[in-house]
């Protein structure tokens, strides 16, 4: 590469951060370019600036990932790196999402400062903190006289809250206390049987401008094709059910023997009604696993099965 070096949007947080350079070193390693050849450039997004109000009431997603867009689409920087658990299902004109890197562990994990072995475990009326939908909603449906307060910041900032007796439990996901290598954080993964994960929870996706060739070669040396695949059928099932940040929506795709196996589920926010699916079928055909187990659902539960 002879072009001056390639920049790297991301957002400023400590695990936008450590995404972003694991992003640079596996470039590194796949081209061989030294670390002058990347530049890593931090950009503010309106989720990051707002702390004082639950992100359900600002707008649904996009709220990490507008700005950083826009400096994509305006040459400001070359790639972006995003969790894809934050991405909208569609890409605005002009860009493309099809580089992903090798998922973390996509669980979710139970957090508590006490010794509650986990969730079945915890006081009737317990207090518990999340500022997920989703994960209030699974919390209810199993256990309804658990109350429920919004936790917001980062990973130091609820360990801090929960010290200060606020919550006696909190939920974070597993892939972002490994890649902040947080180990001593008390947290116990759930399996995806007691709670199914967001879509996409633990993976990195890189997002380029669509025209991009010399980005798009580069991106396609660190594309992780298992990820790529899961995702496929994670992000058809959002697609079709149509979700944002204001709905409840889990699920999860796992390669079995060669075979994708798809879960999912969709909650009212109250947690009063669950429905869930797994259904299994060829690898490369997860948008028609995750597209018709959408449908299904949908035809199953009726048009205001979130609102009402
Ligand atoms: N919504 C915020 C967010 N986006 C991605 C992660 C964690 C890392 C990942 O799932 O890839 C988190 C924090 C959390 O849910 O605890």
Known sequence: MTQASLRI??????????????????LMAATGLSSDAFEIVVIRVTGDAVQDRPLSQIGGKGLFTKEIEEALLSGDVDIAVHSMKDMPVLQPEGLSLDCFLPREDPRDAFVTLDDHAGLADLPEGAVVGT???????????????????????????????????????????????????????????????????????????????TGDDRVREMLALIHDRDTGLRLAAERAFLKGLDGSCQTPIAGLAEIEDGRLRMRGEILRPDGSRVVSDDSTGPLDEGVDIGGVMACRMLHEVGPRFFSD
């Open 9 to 26: 949007g991301t957002r400023g947080s400590p695990l936008a951060l450590a995404q972003a350079h694991e992003t640079r070193d596996r």
């Open 131 to 209: 500022s997920s939908l989703r994960r209030r909603a699974q919390l209810l449906a199993r256990r309804p006289d658990l109350q429920v307060v919004e936790f917001r910041g980062n990973v130091q900032t609820r360990l801090s809250k929960l010290s200060q007796g606020i919550a006696g439990a909190t939920f974070l996901a597993m892939a972002g206390l490994n890649r902040l290598g947080y180990r001593d954080v008390p947290a116990r993964p759930i399996p995806p049987d007691a709670m199914l994960p967001a879509i996409a929870q633990g993976t990195i996706g890189v997002e380029r401008r």
